[in-house]
């Protein structure tokens, strides 16, 4: 069974940078997957950040396009997404999350395996 946590958030000031992370466990054959990041504010529903594939390969939402980084350690199955220059429109609960690659393209309703998530406000 797929195992996510994450950590990283918190609140900064438009402009600022944070780091999340996701710690992956359960996977016993990743090939065909990613794991990415996905986030959902209030009133609203839950979106697509970034995610990366078994290849490294990454992929983003235009709107963090330039702004936002996603990578991995293998050594220690964790999957990161550094963003700078936050903004307020940023300010979400972020969610990491595991599937095949399709489904995360597909939208949150094909993911099956989700972290807890971890709010990150950013203040104008």
């Known amino acids: 069974q797929v195992h996510l946590v994450e950590s990283g958030g918190g609140s900064v000031q438009a402009g600022g940078s944070l780091l999340l992370a996701c710690a992956v466990s359960?996977?016993?054959?990743?090939?065909?997957?990613?794991v990415g990041w996905f986030r959902q504010a209030p009133g609203k529903e839950r979106e697509g950040v970034a995610h990366i594939d078994s290849g490294d390969s990454p992929s983003y939402a235009d709107s963090v396009k330039g702004r936002f980084a996603i990578s991995k350690d293998t050594a220690k199955n964790t999957v990161y997404l550094q963003m700078r220059d936050l903004k307020p429109e940023d300010t979400a609960m972020y969610y990491c999350?595991?599937?095949?690659?399709?489904?995360?393209?597909?939208?949150?309703?094909?993911?099956?395996?989700w972290g807890q998530g971890t709010q990150v406000t950013v203040s104008s």
């Open positions: 999350a595991a599937d095949l690659c399709w489904r995360l393209v597909q939208g949150p309703d094909e993911v099956r395996n």
């Open positions: 359960g996977y016993t054959d990743s090939s065909g997957h990613c």
